[in-house]
C-alpha cells in the first residue's frame, strides 16, 4: 500500500485534481477516500506529523475495505490489486459528488483510456469493433525481456472464439488498438456495425483521431503467472526512460493523431513527479513510517524523435522485493524533477540512488508509472 500510494502522490496530474477542488468534498461523507488522499498529501509535507500520516493511511485502508475486506488486515497484499481497488474507489465516490458546484475532476481521469479491439471474422472478412475503457494495461514479460517485445505480445494479432453475425463462423482474429475517437458517431455497440473491412478501414482513415492516456500510463508488470496465481517469475526486463505509444495505433499518418485533451490542456510543460518535499537535507519526506503491509535496444529505448504525443516518460517503478505474492515487500523508486537521480522509498526510509536502478530493479518491477510530455 506504501509504495503504491507514494507513485500515485508522486503524479502532480493526479494530485492537482485532488486538491483543486478540495473544499468540495473535503466534509462530503460520500467521498471520505479522496478526502483522507488529500489529506495525507498535505500531511506529507510535514515532517514532523508522524502520528497523523499513520493515521491517514490507517483511515485509506479502512475506505478501500469497504469495496475489499480483505485489505481491512495486516496481511501481505498485492500492490496491483490495492491500485486497482483504490481507482476505483475514488471513480465512485467522484461519481457520487458530480453534483456539486463546480464539478470537481476526477484525479483517476488522467490514467483513463480506451482501447479498440477490431474483430475480423476468418469465414467471411466481415468486420466488427467494440471498445472497452482502461485504466492500466497488464502485460506478459516477453522471452525476449523487453518492454517493447511485452506490448507488442499485447497488441498482436490473436485468434479467438468469436460467433460472426453474416456467416456464423466461429473464428475471428483479433487486433487491439489505442482507441481511435469518432468525429461523428459510426456506431455505439459491437453488434450495430457489419461493414466490409474497406469501407469500415477508410471510414476510420477519414473520421477518427487517436485517444491516447491523458497524463499518465500505468503498466503492470504480471510477475505472478503461474496456474496458482503465487509463485513470482523474476524474469528481467529491459525498462525505457521514454516510451513511444505511435506503434500501436490504428494506422493514420501521424499527423492526423491528437491526443484526448484540448489545445488550452496541452499547453505547459514535461509533467514531473511531485518529490519537492525535504525530510532530511536533499531529501524528500516518506509518506509514513512503516505501516505493516504483513530492452530494450539502444534503438528501441531512444526514440527522440516520437511526436511529444505519443511520449511518455517514466516517472515512477513500484518493485516487489520476494518470492511469492504472500510474502515480501514493496518500494518505489521516483525519478527525480531534473532526471539526474531515483529517490527510493522504502517505507519510513527515503535513499537517493547513484546506480542504475532501471537495471537493478529489472527483475523485480511489477508496477510502471510513465507520464506524458506535453
Known sequence: MNATLQALLGLSSFTSDLLRHRHCWESHSSAPLMRNMGDLQVVRQNTTQTYKKRQM???????????????????????????????????????SISHLEPTPRCPVANMEFQLL?????????????????????????????????????????????FTCGVCSGRIASLKLHFFTQPRYTLHTRLEELILSPHIISHLISLTLCYRLPYRVLVLHLKRFGDISGTTKSSNPINIPLQLDLSR???????????????????????????????????????????????????GESDRAAAPLVHAYHLASVVSHLGGSVDSGHYICDVLEGDGSNWLCFNDDMVSRENTDILEERSSTAYLLFYVQRT
Open 248 to 298: 500501436y495505433n490504428r494506422g493514420v499518418s501521424m499527423g492526423q493523431l491528437i491526443p484526448s485533451t484540448s489545445c488550452e490542456e496541452l499547453q505547459g510543460s514535461v509533467e514531473q513527479p511531485d518529490i519537492s518535499l525535504q525530510a532530511a537535507p536533499g531529501l524528500p519526506t516518506p509518506l509514513l513510517p512503516a505501516l505493516s503491509d504483513s530492452g530494450d535496444s539502444a
Open 117 to 161: 479491439s477490431i474483430y475480423t471474422c476468418k469465414s467471411c472478412g466481415v468486420i466488427f469493433d467494440r471498445t472497452e475503457d482502461y485504466n492500466h494495461l497488464s502485460i506478459s514479460v516477453s522471452d525476449q525481456r523487453t518492454l517493447y517485445k511485452s506490448m507488442d505480445c499485447f497488441f498482436k494479432s490473436t485468434e479467438v472464439e
Open 57 to 95: 493511511l490507517k483511515k485509506i485502508r479502512r475506505s478501500i475495505s469497504t469495496i475489499c475486506p480483505e485489505f481491512s488486515g495486516d496481511h501481505q497484499q498485492d500492490a496491483h490489486e490495492f491500485l486497482l481497488f483504490c481507482l476505483i474507489k475514488l471513480k465512485e465516490e467522484c461519481a
